[in-house]
């Protein structure tokens, strides 16, 4: 069993302190919107001045998700598990 990593565009609501919160991700050709965002977190490594946001998310098509946000590449990327 492994993870795998893929670059995926996103629409995201910004806030009033600047963060990015996903609403719709397009993923293998899908529209999936974010339906509910059941966690998030944050990964910072100070080693390489690299800070991932993290959402899962239920997506209306009522699957579970994971994606993240790098802030020094300024992607988003969806983490699938094999």
């Not at 993870?3 to 600047?18: F, K, L, M, P, T």
């Not at 509910?36 to 009522?62: A, C, V």
């Amino acid at each position: 069993m492994g993870r795998s990593e893929e670059r995926i565009e996103v629409i995201a609501y910004s806030g009033y302190r600047g963060e990015e919160i996903p609403r719709t991700i397009f993923f293998q050709s899908q529209r999936i919107e974010v339906i509910g965002i059941l966690k998030q977190w944050i990964q910072e490594r100070s080693d390489n001045r690299e800070t991932r946001r993290y959402y899962q998310f239920k997506g209306n098509d009522g699957n579970l998700h994971t994606i993240y946000y790098d802030e020094k590449v300024m992607e988003w990327f969806y983490i699938k598990e094999d």
